[in-house]
């Protein structure tokens, strides 16, 4: 019988992979998406998405998706609160994230997991081990960029398709905000030495429109470009 798992859901390219990779490889079931939403900004938290959108995705994949109502301030002890809720109502063993590499990103996530007595899982998790690694550091066998590369091209490659909605000032510019993560992306990121082909450094955000475990197209139109304190940010609208 297969486990039943929550998956961490931003929106993005790393969660609807996560969520191919946990649907194809038999292990879980995933019964619910959870999508955190602070108080302070009525957005996603990873993203800055509206709801709708996120909504629209979770129709479009037929899942239940979970919004779990939190604040800066008491983030945590939010997540955990929602995370024992959406365990008792779907029965859930374990809750999957998305995250790539980063030590401390799977240690806050491992660690609300002990609190709901769940399993944490990482079906996208590149490095070898998290164990005995210091925060924002890997083991010397493990080449970041070669791992990131080839994740990029998996994703290209898969059949998914998404648009960029985010950009860091320090990174990308403007003219990156609504390019289709397609062949010609992929190539042009490899450029820029200085940027994770993944994103996974902030660098890009991404929203996920259609592909294998789509019934349906999510169909949004795009809006105006915003200035945040450090990112643009492309706004999207369900039609």
Partial sequence: MKKKAALSWSGGKDSCMALERLER???YEVSCLLTTVPQE?????????RLELIRAQADALGLPVEFISCSFESYTEDYVRSLLEAKAKYRLSAVAYGDLFLAEHREWGTGVAKKAELEAVYPLWMAPSAEGVAPGTAPAAWNEREATRQGLLRFVESGYRAIVIRVKDNALSADWLGRE???S????????S???PMGEGGEYH???????LFQWPVVFERGETRQLETTKRLEIGTV
Avoid: A, Q, S
């Fill in 25 to 27: 490889g038999g292990e």
């Fill in 194 to 196: 200085e940027v994770c």
């Fill in 185 to 192: 992306f992929y190539e042009d990121i490899l450029r820029l």
């Fill in 206 to 212: 991404t929203f996920v429109y259609d592909g294998p």
């Fill in 41 to 49: 900004i009525g957005r996603t938290f990873g993203h800055g998405e």
């Fill in 181 to 183: 993560l397609d062949r």
